[in-house]
Nanobody, 115 residues
C-alpha cells in the first residue's frame, strides 16, 4: 500500500504564489515518475508537470516559466512551486507517483486563484 499526502493548496490572489508538497510513503521502493495533474470543473484532468528519476522534466505549455517542479528523493517528496498564478490555474491539483509497485494518486488539494 502506498499513501500520497498533499499539502499547500489554498486561496491566493492573481499574481500570487503557492507551493504544493506531496509525500509518498508505504510499499514503494523505486520511484520513477513524480508529478502533478490538475482538474478544473467541467474539464479533463491534465498534466501540469512531471519529473523522472533521471531528471527529465515535462511541463504543460500553460505553466512554463511560472511553475517549477522539484523532488527530494531522500524524502520521497515532490514539490510544485507556482508563481504568477492566474484565475485559470484554479483547479484541484493531484499528486501522481509511479514506481516499481504501480501508479498512485493523491486525494487532491484545491487551488483557487481569485481576487
Amino acid at each position: 500500500q502506498v499513501q500520497l499526502v498533499e499539502s499547500g493548496g489554498g486561496l491566493v490572489q492573481p499574481g500570487g504564489s503557492l507551493r504544493l508538497s506531496c509525500v509518498a510513503s508505504g510499499s514503494i521502493f523505486s520511484i520513477n515518475v513524480m508529478g502533478w495533474y490538475r482538474q478544473a470543473p467541467g474539464k479533463q484532468r491534465e498534466l501540469v508537470a512531471a519529473i523522472r528519476s533521471r531528471g527529465r522534466y515535462n511541463y504543460a505549455d500553460s505553466v512554463k516559466g511560472r511553475f517549477t517542479i522539484s523532488r527530494d528523493n531522500a524524502k520521497n517528496t515532490v514539490y510544485l512551486q507556482m508563481n504568477s498564478l492566474k484565475p485559470e490555474d484554479t483547479a484541484v491539483y493531484y499528486c501522481y507517483v509511479s514506481g516499481d509497485t504501480g501508479a498512485y494518486w493523491g486525494q487532491g488539494t484545491q487551488v483557487t486563484v481569485s481576487s
